[in-house]
């Protein structure tokens, strides 16, 4: 193994190996922290995909360090915490907390701190994460349920979130290079910096950052960080890449979307999904709270219509019709409910319906997902969109699944998706 990665979530997780594979690593991903060094599969790059974004941060904590201890077990060269793009996170953590915690338990001096992925239209420029032309905090980012983003000033963020100091590495440093990026890096670690947020407005920037950060034991980011990071991991041992491929051979069968994310993308995805004609049954959280509606009953719908047309099953609303739920159930109530629901759907379609191409939608949905249908490890495929791969189930049941975070993917993603299938 040449890179050991963790992820804080399920859709990120296969970003970060989609961006691995495409720079010539075989990646795997593993579902929650693993249970030794036994049970990670061999490949170049092994990413372990917690749920740990929105956990408390002792439970965050305690399985991001059960991870690392079993990546450097089975032989990792270097760790790579990726968290998203848009730095979801409280003054709690979790991402302060995490890293703190790997630097103690691991005796590290320095790390870096970049989730920038301009290809994705994230970019951070004077420590400042912009989200398009937008910066992060008057984004819609702003709202978000669960991590509302006030702030974009990350060395700010950060610092509320742990005792270690931050610094920063400026724009001015990252332009001139990897040279110039390792030379700031050792000036911020002799000043007494800790963790550094670094500059990033280009691909090549991150190119240059992989480089320079190569002799780190850690280092943290979002998902575009590894287009640095795979070529200088291949060229340490003069690995030949693997090549990314373009189509991916998948199982007959029947194929199926679920959507229980309600960012402004997905429900698009979904608008065009209608518009196109594909069938469609929506889930209410009102309903299945109070019996009215069941995943028996979307099972059913499902099962006149799975011929040669995909079906969507969704929950996702506009922003003002999930708050009125949230008001009635209490927003924890809620999302628990229509992600057991949906879990349960994606887990009787595939074991009693034949669907064997899957396309999951929302971070939280896809965790309920892979839950039910007790899947443990995927190889990762070709890229759809940019972020969103095919993958491959390993296990005994053939199944090709997508796990889309609610934001990435373009308005037609759920009708070209299957073009990446042979």
């Not at 509302?148 to 060395?155: A, G, T």
């Not at 993308?265 to 019996?291: F, H, K």
Request: proline share 5%; with cysteine; hydrophobic share 45%.
């Amino acid at each position: 193994m040449r890179l050991g990665c963790i992820a804080d979530d399920l859709t990120g997780a296969t970003d970060l190996g989609v961006a691995l594979s495409q720079g010539g690593l075989r990646t795997v991903q593993t579902i929650g922290a693993p249970d030794g060094r036994a049970a990670l599969p061999a490949a170049d790059a092994v990413v372990v995909a917690l749920k740990s974004r929105t956990a408390e941060p002792a439970r965050a904590v305690a399985e991001t360090l059960a991870s690392a201890d079993a990546l450097l077990a089975a032989g990792a060269r270097q760790l790579y915490f990726k968290y998203c793009s848009t730095f979801d996170s409280t003054d709690r953590g979790n991402i302060g907390p995490v890293i703190e915690a790997v630097m103690d338990r691991y005796d590290l001096a320095f790390t870096i701190a970049c989730p920038a992925y301009p290809r994705n239209g994230r970019t951070v420029y004077q420590s400042r994460l912009f989200v398009g032309a937008e910066l992060l905090h008057e984004s819609p980012m702003r709202d978000h349920p669960l991590t509302p983003m006030r702030e974009s000033h990350l060395v700010k963020v950060l610092q509320r979130q742990t005792r270690l100091r931050v610094c920063a590495i400026t724009r001015e440093d990252v332009a001139r290079g990897a040279g110039a990026i390792a030379a700031a890096i050792e000036r911020e670690r002799r000043a007494g910096g800790r963790i550094a947020i670094v500059d990033a407005v280009e691909d090549d920037d991150l190119i240059a950052l992989g480089a320079a950060c190569r002799d780190l034991a850690l280092v943290t980011g979002g998902s575009g960080l590894a287009l640095g990071l795979a070529p200088n991991l291949r060229s340490a041992d003069g690995g030949a890449p693997i090549d990314a491929a373009s189509c991916m051979p998948a199982p007959g069968g029947a194929r199926a979307v679920l959507a229980g994310s309600c960012s402004a993308a997905t429900r698009r995805q979904i608008e065009v999904a209608l518009e196109n004609g594909m069938p469609a049954y929506r889930l209410d959280p009102l309903a299945l709270a109070s019996g009215a509606q069941t995943a028996d009953q979307a099972c059913a719908w499902a099962a006149t219509r799975l011929s040669d047309r995909p079906v969507l099953v969704y929950s996702s609303a506009a922003l003002d019709a999930v708050g009125a739920v949230h008001d009635r159930l209490g927003r924890d109530a809620a999302g628990r409910i229509v992600e057991a629901t949906l879990g349960e759907i994606g887990r009787r379609l595939v074991e009693e319906y034949g669907v064997a191409r899957l396309i999951v939608a929302g971070g939280e949905t896809s965790g309920a997902v892979v839950a039910a249908l007790g899947i443990k490890a995927m190889e990762i495929g070709p890229e759809i969109d940019p972020g969103v791969p095919w993958t491959k189930a390993l296990g005994a049941r053939p199944l090709a699944i997508a796990l889309k975070s609610g934001n990435f993917g373009a308005p037609d993603f759920f009708l070209r998706a299957w073009e990446r299938l042979a």
